[in-house]
């Protein structure tokens, strides 16, 4: 029998693991050796040829991936796939449809948006994006050689230094003007994060004020959390929201360092977060969820 061929999922365009058949413990674990051996081959192959890090850092970033214990061999028709469990659980709100989302991320930008950006945005379904747009959330892409201290003045004002940080940030959510600033390499994964403070923002009751700083649930569970989805969300009210978020809309690039976050990462590591994002989402992030979120 030919082996079969195994693929690692596509972070630019994830598989439904929903609707795929599971394959048992030593099948994966067979397709994660062919993956990695065929993956340390390419890595020897790249190292010392600099014009190629960005294919490299994908390597990297692919073999990192294996060690994800919720990695599992799924069946496709001519070969298996090895995925994170994408929609594995259920989200509570379908994503907004392709049309849908090109037509909101073209009012937000103000003109044509990429691709990468439209499918990021698609994932936070219908209602976000309407709340998003009624509350003048803008996105700006930022292109290389200008500064952000230069296309916003509110950077200028607040965070004058930003562009000479060591690693400056490829993207930036500016409160004070609801503007989300993007790098064109950012218009994905980066696009996700800035746009959940965006929406943070948006549900917020008082004016440059973040949902997470005002609700006393989501605060009590930052305080008392066990486990947080990832490291960067445990750093700050506000990120614990966005990255709480990103794992719910299951947005990631293939070149991050980081694992890619699931649905399913959220459940597992911050149930009680988890319970109040699909609450969000599953009201359309309406105004008596939000007050309820506020009290606790
Ligand atoms: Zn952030």
């Known amino acids: 029998m030919p082996r079969a ?5 596509d972070l630019a365009d994830p598989p439904d693991t929903a609707t795929l058949e599971a394959l048992d413990e030593s099948a994966t674990a067979r397709a994660i050796a062919s993956m990695r051996s065929k993956l340390m081959r390419r890595r020897k192959a790249l190292i010392g040829h600099t014009s190629d890090e960005p294919e ?4 990297i970033a692919s073999l990192r991936r ?5 990695l599992t061999a799924y069946a496709l028709e001519n070969g298996l796939v090895l995925s994170e469990p994408f929609n594995g659980i259920a989200r509570a709100c379908p994503p907004a449809s392709s049309k849908a989302a090109r037509f909101a991320a073209d009012a937000m930008v103000g003109k044509r ?13 219908d209602a976000a994006l309407s709340l998003a747009r009624a509350a003048g959330v803008r996105i700006r892409i930022v292109a290389a050689g200008i500064r952000f201290s230069q296309a916003s003045a509110s950077v200028a004002r607040c965070v004058p230094g930003i562009d000479e940080w060591e690693a400056p940030p490829s993207g930036l959510f500016v409160v004070e003007d609801r503007t989300v600033l993007l790098r064109d390499r950012a218009l994905h994964m ?3 994060h800035e746009f959940a403070h965006a929406l943070d923002a948006a549900l917020a009751a008082r004016p440059r004020s973040y949902f ?3 609700s006393e649930e989501l605060r009590y569970y930052f305080s008392t959390a066990t486990g947080y989805v990832n490291e960067y969300a445990a750093s700050g009210l506000d990120e ?3 990255e709480s978020v990103r794992a719910y809309v299951e ?3 293939p070149a991050c360092a980081w694992l890619p976050l699931t649905r399913q990462d959220l459940y597992l590591r911050d149930p009680r977060m988890f319970g109040l994002v699909d609450r969000l989402f599953a009201s359309g992030f309406s105004s008596r969820e939000r007050r309820r979120a506020k009290r606790r």
């Open 212 to 214: 997470s700083f005002e």
């Open 240 to 242: 614990y929201f966005a």
């Open 5 to 9: 061929t195994v693929t690692l999922a």
């Open 190 to 192: 980066t696009a996700a």
């Open 113 to 125: 948006a990429p691709v990468a950006l439209v499918r990021a945005l698609a994932a936070f379904g």
């Open 251 to 253: 947005v990631n690039d």
């Open 56 to 59: 490299l850092d994908r390597v």
């Open 66 to 70: 294996l060690q994800n214990p919720q």
